[in-house]
């Protein structure tokens, strides 16, 4: 006889449900307030003390003149700051201009809110509800919002996309207005930051390949090619794709053609940790319980894994001759995410580190494997973090948080099981990885 296994919530408990789907909100306030540190900066140090130099060059500068300022700096285009400058009346002090991306910060989730109802149409408007609330509670999403920095710019503009990419797909009526809004947004979203290139990507080829004659597919080429140009011009002025201050700055980022020859080979067992971080929760959102099981124990016995498997095998015997400590410890001052932390502050040894970081390393690759699986379609979105990974450095947790979230709810194939059971557990787990945020940055 099958187990049988009770994933529902009590009618009795619908009040407490009901509650919790304000909290993330209502803390969201409450961190600003209060001045937050919950991913290690703020005021006078990390991202926002260099933010507030690019502020203070836009502000005594021409536009051009800032732009290709030698003192400019950071991983993004400087169209942040040129829009700023350009709409923003709250630019000139830091203050209130840490005041407008907090509010701007608030409607990400309400953007993603609409998404998820247009997506999931039959599914209650209050799991939904909380489910998008939960970005609240990124750390990451948190900081940026709280001290002015510049990530959830691109954040916003991926949900936006992909909101736009829905309603193209879904509705023939106002087909123009959902291309603008497409093209504009996920356009913009590379302008913002340049790791989340698959954004346009995904926009672009699901345009390409949708049912429209040939003209329009023509025509959006054109104008994505447009669009690209000032991009394009200053890679060829800057000499990569981050101003030459950023550079010179961090000699190991791979920024240009140049540097393509230092490849981090051992990011993909630490972004397989990160990613599996966020994805773990979202399993509950692939099917029930039993499903899930069962779909983990045939894992091994699918012969379309053979090829994962052998990947995996050459990535650990490249770990032999790895050097854990000189990478862990004297080269990587920073980043690397919650796996590498962890292990940090439960081991002195760096023997022990090692064994249970590439124990987190194996465990991840069965959790990504799952959902590849599940879907070709999601292991190319998996694929594609995984493959930016080997070019990144420092690789640090930000990259991925909430953006997994947001693209593994929005895209995957393999996410369709809501429950409030399920939207409890994922809003527990987040809030649990923010008090510990919270706690280990005090």
């Not at 700051?81 to 989730?109: A, C, H, Q, T, W």
């Not at 394009?232 to 201050?245: D, E």
């Amino acid at each position: 006889m099958k187990k049988k296994y009770n994933l529902s919530i009590p009618k009795q408990y619908e009040f407490f449900y009901n509650i919790i789907i304000f909290i993330p909100f209502i803390s969201f306030i409450f961190g600003f307030y209060h001045d937050e540190f919950s991913a290690g900066t703020g005021e006078g140090g990390g991202d926002s003390q260099w933010i507030r130099e690019n502020i203070k060059i836009f502000i005594e500068n021409d536009l051009l003149t800032a732009i290709f300022h030698p003192d400019l700096f950071g991983n993004r285009t400087p169209l942040i700051y040129v829009l700023n400058k350009l709409i923003n009346p709250f630019f000139y002090d830091f203050e209130k201009y840490r005041l407008s991306v907090f509010i701007l910060s608030i409607l990400g989730p309400i953007f993603l809110y609409q998404l998820l109802k247009l997506k999931f149409y039959n599914v209650d408007r209050k799991i939904l509800l909380l489910i998008s609330s939960i970005v609240y509670l990124s750390p990451y999403y948190r900081t940026s919002a709280y001290w002015g920095l510049n990530e959830n710019y691109g954040i916003i503009t991926t949900v936006l996309s992909f909101l736009f990419l829905i309603k193209f797909l879904k509705f023939e009526k106002k087909r123009n207005i959902n291309t603008f809004g497409i093209i504009l947004f996920s356009s913009l979203t590379i302008y913002f930051d340049q790791k989340f290139l698959i954004v346009p990507l995904i926009c672009f080829v699901n345009m390409i390949l949708s049912r429209n004659h040939l003209n329009f597919k023509i025509t959006i080429s054109l104008i994505y090619g447009i669009l690209a140009l000032p991009y394009l011009y200053l890679f060829y002025k800057w000499g990569g794709i981050v101003p030459p201050a950023t550079q010179l700055s961090n000699p190991k980022t791979i920024t240009s053609v140049s540097d393509l020859d230092t490849i981090y080979y051992i990011h993909i067992g630490y972004a397989s940790t990160l990613i599996a971080f966020y994805l773990l929760p979202i399993m509950l959102f692939t099917g029930k319980l039993t499903f899930i099981i069962n779909n983990l124990k045939k894992l091994n016995s699918r012969k379309s894994n053979y090829l994962f498997f052998f990947l995996i095998l050459c990535f650990f015997i490249y770990l032999i001759d790895f050097d854990f400590e000189k990478y862990t410890v004297q080269d990587h001052w920073v980043g690397l995410g919650i796996i590498h932390k962890l292990t940090q502050l439960l081991f002195e040894q760096i023997i022990l580190q090692e064994i249970i970081t590439y124990i987190f390393f194996l465990l991840s690759f069965v959790v990504l494997l799952y959902f590849i699986n599940l879907s070709r379609l999601d292991a190319l979105y998996i694929g594609y973090f995984l493959l930016i990974s080997l070019f990144l450095w420092p690789l640090i947790q930000e990259y991925f948080d909430p953006i997994i979230l947001i693209i593994s709810l929005s895209l995957f194939n393999s996410v369709k099981h809501f429950t409030k059971l399920n939207s409890l557990f994922l809003f527990l787990y987040t809030a649990t990885f923010l008090i510990i945020a919270n706690i280990y940055y005090a």
